[in-house]
């Protein structure tokens, strides 16, 4: 059974930072592109970041370039966020999520993922 557990989420005040893990189990993720994904309460579920099973292609929403960064450690089964310079609008439940990379482009949609963790939340305070 493929489980992804997500951990790190919290309360922060804006400008400050969080790194989200999310560790999976079940499932070698050497050959997946992993991403993360977040909703905000009454939105619906939206595209953060995603990584190749290479590492060397990643994708970016424009609303977190330049503070968020996606990194995986295949070693230990896990994929990472960083966030710095948070902003209020940052505020939502972070899901992370796993699926066969094949090499065709980024994965930015929720349907391209089959995998997915139960999410953690980051509320950040103004």
């Known amino acids: 059974q493929v489980q992804l557990v997500e951990s790190g989420g919290g309360l922060v005040q804006a400008g400050g930072s969080l790194r989200l893990t999310c560790t999976v189990s079940?499932?070698?993720?050497?050959?997946?592109?992993l991403g993360w994904f977040r909703q905000a309460p009454g939105e619906e579920r939206s595209f953060v970041a995603t990584i190749s099973w290479t590492g060397s292609s990643i994708h970016y929403a424009e609303s977190v370039k330049g503070r968020f960064t996606i990194s995986r450690d295949n070693a230990k089964n896990a994929v990472y966020l960083q966030m710095n310079s948070l902003k209020p609008e940052d505020t939502a439940i972070y899901y992370c999520a796993a699926t066969r990379d094949y090499g065709l482009g980024w994965n930015l949609k929720i349907s391209d993922y089959n995998y997915w963790g139960q999410g953690t939340q980051v509320t950040v305070s103004s």
């Open positions: 079940g499932r070698t993720i050497t050959n997946d592109a």
